[in-house]
T-cell receptor
Framework: GNSVTQMEGPVTLSEEAFLTINCTYT??????LFWYVQYPGEGLQLLLK?????DKGSNKGFEATYRKETTSFHLEKGSVQVSDSAVYFC?????????FGKGTLLTVNP | EAGVVQSPRYKIIEKKQPVAFWCNPI?????LYWYLQNLGQGPELLIR????????DSQLPKDRFSAERLKGVDSTLKIQPAELGDSAVYLC????????????????FGPGTRLTVL
């Protein structure tokens, strides 16, 4: 079946540090890939997505590129802020079926 | 525009008791999802509705879980009887769905209901 493997946390960074959270996906075919973010006490929000190989999703300074050869979709941000502290979920799927990773807790300290 | 609304936000019950969760999706969204999120895990799909029809309930434990979306708008998820292992967050999500032959499947999530079974 489909599976998503993302970097385990927690990840603790200082403000303005560089962030990478790794994500790889295994499936038949080439699914769309997503990053969701969950702030404390809130629901999951779509952060960015890519629907085909070599697509780059970007939003709020975050980026991720769909690498076909490894089916990877690593999340990056050049300079994190305290407000980026949240749980980040990588997900993949086609049509309406999403498979989520376990989530990575990011804490950014001032 | 209001997002996905869920109630209650928190529920504590004793095992063997029944419990129900309610979800109101974003207005105009035809597709509704119920997910289960265990602590430290990502969400797992329980059931997906297209309007009032359950089109994917393969992961719903039908011996104790049931769901309905009678008018194709809001939905209720029920557990009867609840077990200790049902303690988790139950998430509802919705998406615009199929319109004019195009699928709009970006999912919007509610805040979830945190269930504790004692």
């Amino acid at each position: 079946g489909n599976s998503v493997t993302q970097m385990e946390g927690p990840v603790t960074l200082s403000e303005e540090a560089f962030l990478t959270i790794n994500c790889t996906y295994t499936a038949t075919g080439y699914p769309s890939l997503f990053w969701y973010v969950q702030y404390p006490g809130e629901g999951l929000q779509l952060l960015l997505k890519a629907t085909k190989a070599d697509d780059k999703g970007s939003n709020k300074g975050f980026e991720a590129t769909y690498r076909k050869e490894t089916t990877s979709f690593h999340l990056e941000k050049g300079s994190v802020q305290v407000s980026d502290s949240a749980v980040y979920f990588c997900a993949g799927g086609s049509n309406y079926k999403l498979t989520f990773g376990k989530g990575t807790l990011l804490t950014v300290n001032p | 525009e209001a997002g996905v609304v869920q109630s209650p936000r928190y529920k504590i019950i004793e095992k063997k008791q029944p419990v129900a969760f309610w979800c109101n999706p974003i207005s105009g969204h035809n597709t509704l999802y119920w997910y289960l999120q265990n602590l430290g895990q990502g969400p797992e799909l329980l059931i997906r509705y297209e309007n009032e029809e359950a089109v994917d309930d393969s992961q719903l434990p039908k011996d104790r879980f049931s769901a309905e979306r009678l008018k194709g708008v809001d939905s209720t998820l029920k557990i009867q009887p609840a077990e200790l292992g049902d303690s988790a967050v139950y998430l509802c999500a919705s998406s615009f769905g199929l319109h004019g032959g195009v699928s709009y499947n970006e999912q919007f999530f509610g805040p979830g209901t945190r269930l504790t079974v004692l």
